[in-house]
């Protein structure tokens, strides 16, 4: 009697051949191999360090190997940097939840950045203030409006509540510039903390107290302003969330 493979029962997915299993493991390997290249090379020496060349020599690699795998040095670092957004992301969406207000949303949103980066300075310095190439949506290492990736959709939504608390329905490009202010606010907060935190020419009120005058102002401007625009405008029936659809690739 002979053994005989067993057939896959009916509408059970074929697995892939043997062969082509190993040959996408092996990839798998080579790609986190690169990217665990890139992190090293940008800890010694800057985004500045990272080539397509130098990627290649790190691992014993082809500059050819590493093409085919990202198109470029952006989206190699992109993705090398992925864990680093997404562990951001996520702090941010799980301090933002889904109980109170959007402003207490956004408070608490806040904080959790601040804290996240005096937390992980190094991580925050290279991720927001350290210039480095950009990559398209298309090819960036987190998902474009995915909320557990991507930071600035999940501010963008909460700016967007905060107007639709205040009865109002605005553009696109309003909702975005008032998350950019308040982002910038915060970040600007954080940077000077992680930079002259104990210089001693000025006293600072502690981080929390300093946060919440911020965000008394932030809030309170922004509110001035979306008050103040014409009727129209602050009317327009273009709703931010509406964002371009994108596929990571």
Same mark, same amino acid.
């Given at each position: 009697?002979?053994?005989?493979?067993?057939?896959?029962?009916?509408?059970?997915?074929?697995? #892939? #051949?043997?062969?082509?299993?190993?040959?996408?493991?092996?990839? &798998?390997?080579?790609?986190?191999?690169?990217?665990?290249?890139?992190?090293?090379?940008?800890?010694?020496?800057?985004?500045?360090?990272?080539?397509?060349?130098?990627?290649?020599?790190?691992?014993?690699?082809?500059?050819?190997?590493?093409?085919?795998?990202?198109?470029?040095?952006?989206?190699?670092?992109?993705?090398?940097?992925?864990?680093?957004?997404?562990?951001?992301?996520?702090?941010?969406?799980?301090?933002?939840?889904?109980?109170?207000?959007?402003?207490?949303?956004?408070?608490?949103?806040?904080?959790?950045?601040?804290?996240?980066?005096?937390?992980? #300075?190094?991580?925050?310095?290279?991720?927001?203030?350290?210039?480095?190439?950009?990559?398209?949506?298309?090819?960036?290492?987190?998902?474009?409006?995915?909320?557990?990736?991507?930071?600035?959709?999940?501010?963008?939504?909460?700016?967007?509540?905060?107007?639709? /608390?205040?009865?109002?329905?605005?553009?696109?490009?309003?909702?975005?510039?008032?998350?950019?202010?308040?982002? /910038?606010?915060?970040?600007?907060?954080?940077?000077?903390?992680?930079?002259?935190?104990?210089? @001693?020419?000025? &006293?600072?009120?502690?981080?929390?107290?300093?946060?919440?005058?911020?965000?008394?102002?932030?809030?309170?401007?922004?509110?001035?302003?979306?008050?103040?625009? @014409?009727?129209?405008?602050?009317?327009?029936? &273009?709703?931010?969330?509406?964002?371009?659809?994108?596929?990571?690739?």
């Amino acid at each position: 009697m002979t053994a005989r493979t067993p057939k896959p029962q009916d509408g059970a997915a074929t697995p #892939p #051949p043997r062969h082509t299993q190993l040959r996408d493991r092996e990839l &798998q390997r080579r790609r986190s191999a690169m990217l665990s290249a890139v992190r090293t090379l940008i800890r010694k020496g800057g985004v500045q360090a990272v080539t397509m060349r130098s990627v290649a020599d790190a691992i014993g690699a082809s500059t050819t190997m590493v093409y085919s795998l990202f198109p470029d040095k952006a989206a190699l670092i992109s993705h090398a940097l992925e864990r680093d957004f997404v562990q951001l992301s996520r702090r941010l969406l799980d301090a933002a939840g889904t109980s109170g207000t959007a402003a207490e949303r956004l408070r608490r949103v806040s904080h959790a950045y601040a804290s996240h980066a005096l937390e992980h #300075p190094l991580q925050y310095r290279l991720l927001f203030m350290e210039q480095r190439p950009l990559t398209t949506i298309e090819n960036a290492g987190i998902e474009y409006g995915n909320l557990s990736e991507d930071a600035y959709a999940l501010l963008c939504g909460l700016v967007q509540a905060l107007a639709s /608390e205040q009865g109002r329905d605005l553009p696109v490009q309003e909702i975005q510039t008032a998350a950019q202010i308040i982002w /910038e606010g915060v970040h600007g907060t954080v940077a000077l903390r992680l930079s002259t935190d104990k210089d @001693p020419w000025f &006293q600072r009120l502690a981080l929390d107290a300093h946060l919440d005058i911020l965000l008394d102002v932030l809030l309170a401007g922004v509110a001035t302003r979306w008050s103040s625009l @014409p009727e129209g405008v602050q009317n327009s029936g &273009q709703n931010a969330s509406k964002r371009p659809p994108a596929k990571r690739k």
